[in-house]
């Protein structure tokens, strides 16, 4: 694995800015999982005018649901999920302040565009390799949402969690970008659409 | 006649499930250190690195694979010859899902009413389970947990009759297109060709099961799942989307024969993970 740029939680302004995609990055601090059904429910709160149970301002959310820890264990395997499922949930997110998301697979149009107006970034982990981002997880504590299971906002401590930047925040693609790179088909590119939208 | 116990069966899933989640297959490890060597994007093949990397954790710490221990698919095939005894064969095989995601700590995904509560089953059952009545005197057991970022990116199509293999070709590589990272690229692709829609996707999900670089009986298929590869990995999304000459692993196509108006095209999709195991009894 490549050695990454080292980002301490939470992110700065001025840590975002010194990103662009393709950089490698390793998250050291806390980070909060969350998957779909905890947004839904982020989101109902939201609307009802009631506090949310966690403070987004400069953190990171990571689209995760985990094993369940073997007896002593921390976490069981711990890899990243669809992040443009969770797209219809984004902008709000990131208008309460959050920085930095870690997911796998691309955003929508208007996903990428409201990370470069938060000034914030979206980084994917390596889909599948659940055992491996395992090994970077020290913490795991469940802080809202327990009845979600799997899908509860758990408050990770992690320790060099390996990533690479997809949007940073002056509104660049890697996905877009790479694929345009290593395309030998003749094929036109179809356009990216967020999933339900 | 042969009896087969449904506490055989159960025993059996219960122990493929734990092994499937936690053994990446071979042929599909074989294949990604071979991409490893022909992949021209640097940055995707440090992502194929971290994939074997990943399998070697997860064989070493019996961690799964991957979060996602997905929907437990059993492609059940029953001699004609076998009597099972002790129990219905469909309890059987759910219990030995039941047993072998709680015992192996696995990932319990399944909601139900899925259009309301999407109450979560709390034991990953009921499994998708696929039986089939064939000759002889044993009863061999497919296992396939299914992850669903890969499996959501299914799609059917129905053509015009003479639309012929240019559709089919144009439909596989929309939909990859199209999915980008979501399936968890380098992907094992399934195509089912002909038959009705239902038959179309069944074909395409049974046909990952088959190995990586196995080529299908018939030449004129066989030829068709070489095409598909090679137009496929011309696209460029590479491993997880980043770009790159390693968008799928292999690509499998099965037909049937189908309806005079009709040339039916399913596409079911399988991750890196492409998680098999089978057992015979």
Redesign the interface.
């Known amino acids: ?2 050695e990454g740029v080292h980002l301490t939680t939470p992110l700065t302004d001025e840590v975002i800015d010194t990103l662009t995609i ?1 950089t ?1 990055v390793t998250f050291t601090g806390v980070i909060y999982t969350a998957r779909d ?1 905890a947004h839904k429910r982020l989101i109902e709160l939201m609307k009802n005018g009631q506090e949310l149970p966690v403070d987004l301002r400069g953190q990171v959310i990571y689209y ?7 007896p002593g264990a921390v976490i ?4 990243p ?2 992040a ?1 499922r969770l797209d219809p949930y984004t902008i709000p997110m990131l208008e309460l302040g959050l920085k930095g998301i870690i997911g ?3 955003r929508g149009p208007a996903i990428r565009e409201a990370i470069k107006q938060h000034h914030a970034v979206y980084c ?1 982990a ?7 981002l ?2 970077h997880i020290k913490s795991a504590e469940v802080v809202a949402f327990e009845d979600l ?2 899908e509860a906002i758990r408050r990770l401590g992690v320790e060099g969690f ?1 990533a ?1 930047v ?1 949007n940073d925040c002056r509104g660049n693609d ?2 877009e ?9 003749e ?1 036109p ?2 356009a ?2 967020s ?1 339900g939208g | 006649m042969r009896e087969i116990t449904a506490g055989q069966i159960t025993e059996t899933v219960a122990r493929l499930a734990v092994e499937a989640t936690h053994f990446l297959p071979e042929d599909v490890e074989g294949a990604i250190r071979s991409a490893k060597t022909t992949e ?2 640097p ?1 995707a093949v ?2 194929l ?3 074997l ?3 070697e ?2 064989r070493t ?9 997905g929907s437990a698919v059993v492609h059940v095939e029953i001699g004609q010859d076998v009597h099972v005894t002790g129990g219905y064969l469909i309890d059987a095989i759910n219990e030995g899902i039941r047993r072998g995601y709680g015992e192996g ?5 399944i909601a139900a009413r899925p259009f309301s509560a ?1 109450t ?1 089953t709390g034991d990953n059952t009921p499994g998708i389970i696929h039986t089939e009545i064939v000759p002889g005197d044993q009863l061999k057991l497919h296992f396939m947990p299914k ?3 890969c499996e ?1 990116m299914s799609r059917y199509q129905n053509f015009l009759p003479g639309m012929g293999k240019a559709a089919v070709i ?1 439909f596989v ?2 939909t990859v ?2 999915s ?3 399936p ?1 690229p380098p992907l094992v692709i399934g195509v089912g060709i002909g038959g009705t829609a239902e038959k179309a996707m069944t074909m395409a999900k049974h046909t990952l099961f088959r190995k990586i670089g196995s080529r299908h009986p018939d030449e004129e298929v066989a030829a068709l799942e070489d095409e598909l590869l090679e ?1 496929v990995n ?5 491993p ?6 390693t968008t799928a692993l292999d690509v499998f196509v099965d037909t049937f024969p189908t309806h005079i108006t009709a040339l039916p095209v399913a596409v079911n999709i399988q ?3 492409a998680r098999t195991k089978e057992a015979v009894l």
């Open positions: 694995m490549a393709g490698h059904a995760v649901g985990p094993t369940p820890p073997r069981g395997s711990a890899g999920t669809t443009m796998k697979g691309g994917i390596v889909g599948g390799a659940g055992a491996l395992n090994r299971g799997t390996p690479i997809v890697l996905l970008s790479g694929k345009a790179q290593y395309r030998t088909s094929r590119i179809p990216v659409k999933l | 021209r994007n940055l440090q992502i690195e971290e994939i990397e990943n399998a954790i997860a710490r019996m961690l799964p694979l991957c979060q996602d221990t700590f696995l990932r319990k995904s999407r979560n992850g669903g970022g959501n144009d590589c929309e297109d199209m980008g990272g979501n968890c137009a011309a696209l460029g999304v590479g997880q989307a980043v770009g790159g000459s991750c890196h993970s």
